[in-house]
């Protein structure tokens, strides 16, 4: 009902009432009145009592005309006391409260900078002592049954960023795994570690390189333990590390190897120096892209400050995801993303995996679970397309995607717009962005 029949609504009853009130008085005056002998004041109670469904109808009267005549002062204001302001100071409320969620008012996305520190286990506490021996286990080849390899053959961080840019990493004998090594850098802030997200901790991923026969090929952790022992210049600083009066066995070694890998952390980046307030950190292009980064939905699995769901911080969220999402046979048969199903059952239709970090992805090609794509753009556009859903096209009017059930037999338009070639571009520039300034350059050097 609109504002002209209201009104015409509140005349009528307006009418109704004075008429009501009219016959209801002259009853009680006349009539009820004189036959209960009541007196005068009596009489207007009287009437009051038989009208008070009238004067019930006549608040309501009362209400609706106000909030007819003076919506800025009843309507208006209820919704900004039940949902907050209506018209919002983003830029004063991020200063005030940042990430602050107003009822009725979606939060924005918060941008986060990586902490300087790693968290640890109570019962593994990151010291100087622990550190150093972690770093001379992580290089030490005397871990691998033949002597050929160390983590750091595979993780490489004195040279490059943290892997080996292989498809497949190379073990013993020469064998190649069938998974790309991930980068060491920042794992101190993984939730969970491995592709397919097995391993726990650092502590639980330290021990599985050594012991798997295609990698370092070590037949027992107790091998493990008496390779270290028969080297006497460990002792000491095993001693310093846990104590002299501890034995040396696997939990230590692995304990001083994650000690150390949580100390490899790249806050140098221009994103960091964005955060922190440096508005010139980022170029157009990589804001265009960060921007792209959040509307296109990459943060909904990419998120938090080490860019990756399988991270420490809060929200905890799914470390692992499906992949692919989107039935795309130019990517899925391209590149074998279904070969490998990750942590789902092997045989499975659909492939799962932990989500890896973005930090440093520039530097460390070739990518996906399989290493079976070497460039960055390509990525991007198959992440686009296979997890977001996301069309590929230069043509603005190229946004409706006509999608068939053969199971239910219905058919689909879905509207969304697609994504440019220059799209593309800003978020491989965004993602640029997220590289740390010493290994880049490392890599302008040639030591990557």
Request: hydrophobic share 40%.
């Amino acid at each position: 009902m609109g504002n002209a029949g209201l009104i015409v609504f509140m005349y009528v009853g307006i009418g109704l009432l004075i008429m009501g009130f009219s016959v209801l008085l002259f009853m009680v005056k006349f009539e009820l009145g004189p036959v209960s002998n009541l007196s005068p004041g009596r009489r207007w109670l009287m009437t009051l009592v038989l009208g008070s469904g009238m004067v019930a109808f006549s608040i309501k009267l009362f209400i609706l005309a106000t909030l007819v005549k003076f919506p800025d002062l009843t309507i208006k204001w209820s919704i900004a006391e039940q949902k907050g302001p209506l018209v919002v100071d983003w830029e004063q409320l991020n200063k005030d409260a940042p990430g602050i969620r107003l009822p009725g008012i979606q939060q924005a996305y918060v941008w986060r900078t990586l902490p300087d520190r790693a968290p640890f286990p109570a019962w593994n506490p990151t010291t100087p002592e622990k550190v150093a021996l972690g770093k001379r286990l992580f290089h030490d080849k005397a871990l691998s049954i033949d002597r050929t390899l160390s983590c750091s053959s595979c993780h490489d961080v004195l040279n490059g960023a943290g892997e080996d840019h292989r498809s497949g990493s190379l073990g013993v004998g020469g064998q190649v795994g069938g998974r790309n090594a991930p980068t060491v850098w920042n794992s101190g802030f993984q939730s969970v570690l491995f592709w397919d997200g097995r391993a726990a901790s650092l502590e639980d991923q330290a021990i599985g390189p050594p012991l798997n026969p295609v990698e370092m090929g070590m037949p027992s952790a107790e091998a493990v333990e008496q390779r270290i022992r028969d080297n006497p210049s460990y002792r000491e600083p095993f001693a310093r590390a846990f104590g002299a009066d501890q034995p040396i066995t696997i939990k230590q070694i692995t304990a001083a190897i994650a000690a150390y890998e949580r100390t490899l952390i790249t806050t140098d980046t221009p994103y960091d120096r964005f955060v922190r307030g440096d508005e010139e950190a980022l170029s157009k292009a990589q804001l265009r892209g960060m921007a792209l980064f959040q509307s296109v939905g990459c943060i909904l699995c990419h998120a938090g400050p080490n860019f990756s769901a399988a991270s420490v911080f809060d929200p905890p969220q799914e470390p692992r995801r499906l992949f692919p999402v989107f039935d795309s046979p130019k990517y899925m048969t391209r590149y074998n993303l279904l070969k490998d199903t990750g942590s789902n059952p092997s045989g499975s239709k659909q492939a799962a995996w932990r989500v890896p970090s973005l930090r440093n992805v520039a530097l460390t090609a070739p990518y996906l679970h399989n290493g079976s794509v070497d460039n960055l753009s390509e990525v991007v556009r198959i992440m686009a397309t296979v997890q977001r859903g996301k069309r590929i096209s230069n043509d603005v009017n190229d946004n409706k995607t006509i999608v068939w059930s053969g199971q239910d037999k219905t058919l689909a338009r879905i509207e969304s717009a697609p994504l440019s070639d220059r799209d593309v571009n800003d978020l491989v520039e965004f993602l640029k962005s997220l590289s740390s300034d010493s290994l880049l350059a490392r890599s302008k050097s040639g030591a990557l």
